[in-house]
T-cell receptor, first 117, second 111 residues
Framework: GAGVSQSPRYKVAKRGQDVALRCDPI?????LFWYQQALGQGPEFLTY????????KSGLPSDRFFAERPEGSVSTLKIQRTQQEDSAVYLC???????????????FGEGSRLTVL | DAKTTQPNSMESNEEEPVHLPCNHS???????IHWYRQLPSQGPEYVIH???SNVNNRMASLAIAEDRKSSTLILHRATLRDAAVYYC????????????FGTGTRLTVIP
């Protein structure tokens, strides 16, 4: 498809397990963002990539969270030793423009819903 | 970061206009006003953005106060498909990475 694709759509993990969430951005999009959305809340920024460079990871809640985009396209968000408070929808977004463009529209995927038991 | 304030929820009858307000009293001169909406079980989608002048597109209109401390998203004829959470976001000219969504306004459209 032409949009941002995320997988898996749903993931159930036992507390302490590691999980990996994948994002396929729109082809050619330079910028890639990860957001976390808890139930009933708005999305909260986690990290930003410009091509393969991770330029901002100020929103990652702990060192258990790690994101990569090694070839500047597909990105993976990894959460180690999951905790119940990690349960949320993880949204990926991409943008054609560099982050330095105020009009750069962000295109979001449908998200990956993580439930930690 | 400059933040926005929106009502938690609003209702509208189908096929009537809807005015969704947003206050951003601490907006800076380089902040653009963006609106996104999130349909149930979907990721957010872009609606419209503006700086100083009112803006129109196929989805909506954006009316910006002269002092830029508030704005209003206008849906000219609400449909059931417009039921969503609407987020008003400030994004500076540098294109800040950390878009602050807040909790938005949940719009209910009544048939």
């Amino acid at each position: 498809g032409a949009g941002v694709s995320q997988s898996p759509r749903y993931k159930v993990a036992k507390r302490g397990q590691d999980v990996a969430l994948r994002c396929d951005p729109i082809s050619g999009h330079v910028s890639l963002f990860w957001y976390q959305q808890a139930l009933g809340q708005g999305p909260e920024f986690l990290t930003y990539f410009q091509n393969e460079a991770q330029l901002d990871k100020s929103g990652l809640p702990s060192d258990r969270f790690f994101a990569e985009r090694p070839e500047g396209s597909v990105s993976t968000l990894k959460i180690q030793r999951t905790q119940q408070e990690d349960s949320a929808v993880y949204l990926c977004a991409s943008s054609l423009s560099l982050a330095g463009g105020p009009s750069g529209e962000l295109f979001f995927g449908e998200g990956s819903r993580l439930t930690v038991l | 970061d400059a933040k926005t304030t929106q009502p938690n929820s609003m209702e509208s009858n189908e096929e009537e206009p809807v005015h969704l307000p947003c206050n951003h009293s601490t907006i800076s001169g380089t902040d653009y006003i963006h609106w996104y909406r999130q349909l149930p079980s979907q990721g957010p989608e872009y609606v419209i953005h503006g700086l100083t002048s009112n803006v129109n597109n196929r989805m909506a209109s954006l009316a910006i106060a002269e002092d830029r401390k508030s704005s209003t998203l206008i849906l000219h004829r609400a449909t059931l498909r417009d039921a969503a959470v609407y987020y008003c976001i400030l994004r500076d000219y540098g294109g800040a990475n950390n878009l602050f969504f807040g909790t938005g306004t949940r719009l209910t459209v009544i048939p």
